[in-house]
């Protein structure tokens, strides 16, 4: 992480001790060790919200406290042998000691509950939100990254394949990519309709494969999500193909700096009415922005956040049978698509004058 990206957070971050009255602040949720580190790995298991690590930021001092099965790790591999970090290793078989002495009568928050500091959490995660420059350029890298694994995933499935063989086609190519693939699912022909959150099973794919990924790299997560069909696509699939894709268009178009979520999630909601599916939002989570988690919140008619200028947005409409995602950027400029599959087949959807492209449901 580079000396104008560090002093930005902490920047923020003190901006915020300070609001409090604040002498320290311990992050120990990888998203946010992630973040304040340019991307450092904390966790082990990967479906883990906390990590190995927790980083003290004090006035005059900054520690990365651990225990000594990971400390040469996270000095070597993870970048905290650079900027400064104190990095304190404690024995793994005995209790942690180290926080405690050094956050000795302080005034001290965190970003979790369970413990006897205050819980800053939610504003930390504010902190997240708003991309610096460097974080623009890893997304960046990251989104090609994913949208290129889901494609290449995507169109080597074949009829025969188990749900579960599909989703290690898209592992791997995620993984090859030196992503990590912390959501991965697939539903195949009558599941698509059935199931909006499809973990793989053993059914075999006869003709319609849907694949949806989150992958995360240098703490940023990406999320797409693409169809196949085997044969010529029935005009009812390629109806709901189209709606979703409209739903997509419109939404992304509607993302812009200064826009409350709550009016998007209001636009969102005509828009299913126009396509011919009123209230079918009901049934699944439409998306919101994405940084160091999937989404650092999900969208309702009622979040009164503000879209802020830079930030990344993956919003994912969905009907029974057919589902649109991709992340992209916002910007002064307009949104930028982060998550291409190259050669993958697009709609062209008008929306204000404007026409944006969606993904299409490859036929094989």
């Known amino acids: 992480m580079d000396r104008a990206e560090w002093n930005e957070k902490e920047r923020r971050l003190r901006s915020l001790m300070s609001k409090h009255h604040l002498d320290a602040v311990v992050l120990s949720r990888s998203a946010n060790v992630a973040w304040l580190s340019g991307g450092g790995r904390s966790f082990v298991n990967v479906a883990s919200e906390g990590g190995v690590g927790s980083l003290l930021i004090a006035q005059d001092a900054k520690y990365l406290i651990t225990d000594v099965i990971e400390a040469q790790r996270l000095r070597e591999e993870e970048g905290f042998g650079e900027g400064g970090w104190e990095i304190i290793a404690e024995p793994w078989h005995e209790p942690r000691q180290r926080l405690a ?7 001290v928050s965190t970003d979790g509950p369970g413990t006897e500091f205050v819980d800053v959490g939610g504003e930390v995660a504010r902190l997240r939100w708003l991309l610096t420059p ?3 350029d890893r997304f960046r890298t990251l989104g090609t ?3 290129a694994a889901i494609g290449e995933a995507a169109a080597a ?3 025969g394949m188990s749900e579960h063989e599909i989703a290690g086609l898209l592992a791997q190519a995620t993984h090859a990519r030196g992503a990590t693939p ?7 022909d009558e599941r698509i309709r059935k199931r909006r959150h499809p973990l793989p099973t053993d059914k075999t794919l006869e003709r319609t494969a849907m694949l949806v990924l989150c992958a995360r790299k240098y703490g940023l997560v990406a999320s797409a999500t693409r169809l196949v069909h085997f044969g010529q696509v029935p005009d009812d699939l390629r109806q709901r193909m189209r ?5 997509d268009a419109i939404t992304v178009a509607s993302t812009r700096p200064g826009v ?3 009016a998007i999630f209001a636009r969102i909601q005509r828009a299913y009415a126009e396509a011919g599916y009123p209230g079918e939002w009901q049934h699944h989570h439409q998306g919101g ?3 160091y988690e999937p989404r650092e919140y999900v969208a309702t008619p009622y979040t009164d956040q503000v879209v802020e200028t830079v930030q990344a947005f993956a919003w994912n409409p969905s009907v029974p049978g057919a589902k649109s995602e991709d992340t992209f950027l916002v910007t002064e400029s307009g949104q930028e698509l982060l998550t291409p599959s190259p050669g993958w087949p697009q709609q062209q959807i008008e929306v204000g004058g404007q026409v944006l492209e969606r993904p299409d449901i490859l036929q094989l």
């Open 145 to 147: 990254e994913a949208g």
């Open 157 to 159: 499935v074949r009829p």
């Open 134 to 136: 460097a974080e623009v």
């Open 182 to 188: 912390i959501v991965t699912l697939v539903a195949t």
């Open 289 to 291: 922005p994405a940084g």
């Open 101 to 107: 002495e050094l956050t000795s009568g302080l005034r």
């Open 260 to 262: 409350p979520a709550n």
């Open 243 to 247: 709606a979703v894709a409209t739903i």
